[in-house]
């Protein structure tokens, strides 16, 4: 009886613990989420262009890099658009979302551990 106790104290703690995650890397992974729902033809620019790096043989490549090739075409190289800041913060997710829909290509871009910061503040 005191284990099952023990348990519900311990499920009540982390349900409530979730319900107030406000931590900033879960903040800036939420806000990753909606910007990547609303936006896919981001991702569609991140996979594009790093296949192309992919296609030049390197093995590793920044994924900052990837993204200021997304500013420029978009600020540059496209016509009547409108144009829109692409978050730095957005990075390592972008980073770790490419890597885990082609696992063939798993550490392609260094990745270090989302701290109680987050990404970049």
């Known amino acids: 009886m005191q284990q099952q106790a023990q348990l519900n104290l311990f499920d009540e703690a982390a349900a409530q613990q979730a319900a107030n995650d406000n931590t900033p890397q879960t903040k800036w992974e939420a806000k990753f989420r909606v910007f990547h729902a609303n936006n896919p033809h981001i991702y569609e ?7 192309d790096v992919i296609a030049t043989g390197r093995e590793r490549f920044s ?3 990837i993204f200021e090739r997304i500013r420029w075409h978009s600020n540059v190289e496209t016509r009547d658009s409108e144009p829109f800041k692409l978050c730095q913060n957005y990075i390592p997710y972008y980073s770790r979302l ?4 082609f696992p ?3 550490g392609f871009f260094s ?3 989302l ?3 987050g990404p970049r503040q």
């Open 115 to 117: 701290g109680k910061k």
């Open 45 to 51: 620019l991140v996979k594009r262009y790093t296949f």
């Open 111 to 113: 990745t270090n551990a």
């Open 104 to 106: 063939e290509h798993r």
């Open 98 to 101: 490419f890597m885990e829909d």
């Open 63 to 65: 994924m900052t890099s």
